[in-house]
């Protein structure tokens, strides 16, 4: 049964920094595409951005790209989410979720085209 969780999310301040991490198991990880997203309260879940299945690639949203990288271990079948800068706009349950995909990542899947997803961890930014 495949499992992802997400953790290392909390409260910080604005500007700071935090690392979200998505522990993989009962997947071959290296034949699946990562993609982080969130939602906000009263609000759509959006995509964060995403990572090839070789880290090779990766793809932000606007809203995020120069603050947030992703990154990939796919022996330790880890994946991260490195969030610097952040806003109180950033506040909301950020989920990792998995697609199989061995392709080159031009642009990142909807939230309908990924088969596995986390549980979320809570961010709040906040002063």
């Known amino acids: 049964q495949p499992q992802l969780a997400e953790s290392g999310g909390g409260s910080v301040q604005p500007g700071g920094s935090l690392k979200l991490s998505c522990a993989v198991s009962g997947l071959a990880l290296d034949n699946y595409s990562i993609g982080w997203f969130r939602q906000a309260p009263g609000k759509e879940r959006e995509v964060v951005g995403c990572?090839?299945?070789?880290?090779?690639?990766?793809k932000y949203a606007d809203s995020v790209n120069g603050r947030f990288t992703i990154s990939r271990d796919n022996a330790e079948k880890k994946v991260y989410l490195q969030m610097n800068s952040l806003k109180p706009e950033d506040t909301a349950v950020y989920y990792c979720a998995a697609r199989p995909d061995v392709l080159r990542i031009y642009y990142c899947r909807g939230v309908s085209e990924y088969d596995y997803w986390g549980q979320g961890t809570q961010v709040t930014v906040s002063s």
């Open positions: 990572i090839s299945n070789s880290g090779s690639s990766t």
